[in-house]
């Protein structure tokens, strides 16, 4: 079982930056392949950047490309997504998530094994 929590969010004008946190515990998040998904109100959750267990090949949805970085630190058992150039769309509660093994480029949900309760991120323009 793992347990992630995440921190970080807030309120940041438009072309601000945020850096999220997602910290793992229970057991190490090193073997799992790690997301950050969002959700608007009233709007479904959706893909937003993954990065697999060994920290290759980052992956970003590319509303967000160019502006989000995703990395990890697996010696902290933490995984971060930096935030620059945030837009008022960009306004969500963020979350993090773990799946064993799913590869970075899988943008879906359902194979995503842990997830955290998110943290809000709201972009004032």
């Known amino acids: 079982q793992v347990q992630l929590v995440e921190s970080g969010g807030g309120l940041v004008q438009a072309g601000g930056s945020l850096r999220l946190s997602c910290a793992a515990s229970g057991r190490t998040m090193s073997p799992y392949d790690m997301g950050w998904f969002r959700q608007a109100p009233g709007k479904e959750r959706e893909f937003v950047a993954a990065?697999?267990?060994?920290?290759?090949?980052?992956y970003y949805a590319e509303s967000v490309t160019g502006r989000f970085t995703i990395s990890r630190d697996n010696a902290k058992n933490t995984l971060y997504l930096q935030m620059n150039s945030l837009k008022p769309e960009d306004t969500a509660v963020y979350f993090c998530?773990?799946?064993?093994?799913?590869?970075?480029?899988?943008?879906?949900?359902?194979?995503?094994?842990?997830w955290g309760q998110g943290t809000q991120v709201t972009v004032s323009s």
């Open positions: 998530a773990a799946g064993y093994r799913i590869g970075s480029y899988y943008t879906g949900s359902s194979r995503y094994d842990y």
């Open positions: 990065i697999t267990w060994s920290g290759d090949n980052p």
